[in-house]
Nanobody
């Protein structure tokens, strides 16, 4: 089993910054992609940013230039630096990882419990 622990959400004013962290632990052989999704009330969950084991990133157009994703492979941790936050960024943010727990073995998809980000004055 793999556990994901998220931290860093909260209430921030428009134009402010937050940094989310997600640490993976448990029976991990290797981690492939790590990423962040978000879900606002009444909307579908959407990809915010993802990062491959190579370091290649995929950033949603809506946050491009404001959000940065990074990972620390030694700590099995992914970060989302969010700058110039807007009210429309308000959502529950979920960490997602794709891992192998054994080799050989299938890749598996795990989700964090979610952390609330609220952007409001």
């Amino acid at each position: 089993q793999v556990q994901l622990v998220e931290s860093g959400g909260g209430l921030v004013q428009p134009g402010g910054s937050l940094r989310l962290s997600c640490a993976a632990s448990g029976s991990i052989f290797s981690i492939y992609t790590m990423g962040w999704y978000r879900q606002a009330p009444g909307k579908q969950r959407e990809l915010v940013a993802g990062i491959a084991s190579t370091g290649a990133t995929n950033i949603a157009d809506s946050v491009l230039g404001r959000f940065t994703i990074s990972r620390d492979n030694a700590k099995n941790t992914v970060y989302l630096q969010m700058n110039s936050l807007k009210p429309e960024d308000t959502a529950v943010y979920y960490c997602n990882v794709v891992v192998r727990t054994t080799m050989p073995g299938p890749t598996q998809n795990y989700w964090g419990q979610g952390t609330q980000v609220t952007v409001s004055s």
